[in-house]
């Protein structure tokens, strides 16, 4: 189960003109997806400690937006993690394990000696919460892990991985090259590479920490549907590599709601690595060069493979933030009583950024909202997830 093909060598070329600010496609909202299979949502509500996360509503930001209702889907506390990536990495170790187990099992079957599962070692890169998230999973199943992490991570991220019980490899480049040596030490005959982007020939498992993110959608629903609220308007998605908002295009274009318009999606990255806005305006995948950013576990150079063509199609609109947007947005969403991190505010930067200014009206126009629409923007992480948080709060 190791990478079949290196994401160094599978990778579009980076040399490309710095992308605008803002991207819009309003005829995404009429393209369909496959829905997500099912059961991913029974295997997450069987685990010790799961608890849907709050969706807070926000009638202050309902104000200043000029929108009927703002919702926050919370995700500061995650299965005993500080951000949503539990999901995808717990589904994906259950299918891997599952796999393994009927491999031997087919083996027994067909009359060779039975023998015992062969333990693993679990390996990927991060920008922190995955691989915190991944170290957790091996550690419940009696795995070891191995997490590669880039320069530009907090030390105290890595730290924390630590804690897990993983073993940490520190990569003196940015995270793509962090994804390379991951899936190069991967191809050891005792290792799984459990990495929540994807290039050709490695898409099988991020499509399974893809799945997982669909948990997080189907409690949306419910949580809406509890508040009166309805369908939202708008549904705002911070981007690294875009699994996430793959997750998201997933749900909600892979069902028709029973009434009004299906929602708008919005991507939001930082601007010094807005790798799916650079290629959305290009019309194919790119890779960008990175730079410093608070925004941390958003720091990726490079689209995921398997997410590539359903954010192309599924996408109303992308936008860049820069640092300062996303404190603001931190440090608003902490007095309201939402602990989020840079990288879970920048749903609400993002959605300042693209409703402010001269161009408002028109963008406003591009995604289907106004004055009676509901939002809901993704708080990815805590401030316990980004220490990066502590430093500029």
């Known amino acids: 189960m190791t990478a079949s093909a290196s994401p160094a060598s599978s990778a579009p070329a980076s040399s490309v003109a710095p992308a605008p600010s803002w991207f819009a496609r309003p005829a995404a909202r ?4 496959a829905p997500g299979p099912a059961g991913v949502r029974a295997f997450h509500a069987a685990l010790p ?12 930001l309902a104000a200043e937006l000029g929108m009927d209702r703002v919702f926050v889907k919370d995700e500061s506390s995650r299965l005993g993690l500080p951000a949503f990536k539990a999901l995808g990495a717990f589904w994906a170790v259950h299918r891997i394990l599952a796999e393994r187990a009927e491999t031997a099992a087919e083996g027994t079957s067909e009359g060779r000696d039975a023998t015992p599962v062969a333990p693993v070692t679990l390996v990927t890169a991060t920008d922190g919460n995955h691989g915190r998230a991944l170290a957790r999973a091996a550690r419940d199943n009696g795995l070891r892990a191995r997490v590669f992490v880039p320069s530009g991570v907090h030390p105290a991220a890595a730290t924390a991985v630590e804690g897990e019980g993983a073993e940490v490899v520190r990569v003196a480049g940015p995270y793509d090259e962090a994804v390379r040596q991951a899936a190069e030490a991967a191809r050891a005959a005792d290792a799984v590479l459990v990495q929540d982007t994807a290039w050709p020939g490695y898409e099988r498992i991020p499509g399974w920490i893809v799945e997982g993110y669909s948990t997080l959608f189907a409690e949306i629903d ?5 508040a009166g609220a309805g369908n939202p308007g708008l549904v705002a998605v911070p981007v690294g590599v875009g699994s996430l908002a793959q997750a998201a295009v997933t749900h909600y ?15 939001v990255e930082p601007e010094t690595a807005a790798c799916l806005l650079a290629s959305l305006t290009r019309g194919e995948p790119v890779t960008v060069a990175t730079g410093e950013t608070a925004m941390a576990g958003l720091n990726c150079g490079t689209p995921s493979a398997l997410a ?9 609109a992308a ?7 996303a404190a603001r947005a931190m440090a608003d969403l902490s007095a309201l009583g939402v602990p989020s991190g840079p990288c879970g505010a920048a749903s609400l930067a ?10 408002a009206p028109a963008r406003r126009s591009a995604l289907g909202i106004g004055p009676e629409s509901t939002v809901v923007l993704l708080s ?3 401030r316990e997830a980004n220490p990066y948080a502590t430093a500029a709060g």
């Open 319 to 325: 936008v860049a933030v820069g640092e300062a947007a």
């Open 222 to 226: 419910e949580q809406l549907a509890a």
């Open 49 to 60: 400690g799961y608890a849907p996360t709050p969706l807070t509503e926000l009638p202050g």
């Open 253 to 267: 274009r892979g069902r028709r709601p029973a009434a009004g318009p299906a929602p708008a999606l919005l991507a």
């Open 308 to 316: 590539w063509p359903v954010l192309r199609d599924g996408l109303d």
């Open 30 to 33: 009429s393209w369909s997806s």
């Open 350 to 359: 993002g959605l300042r950024t693209a409703l402010s200014g001269p161009d």
């Open 380 to 382: 990815t992480e805590g």
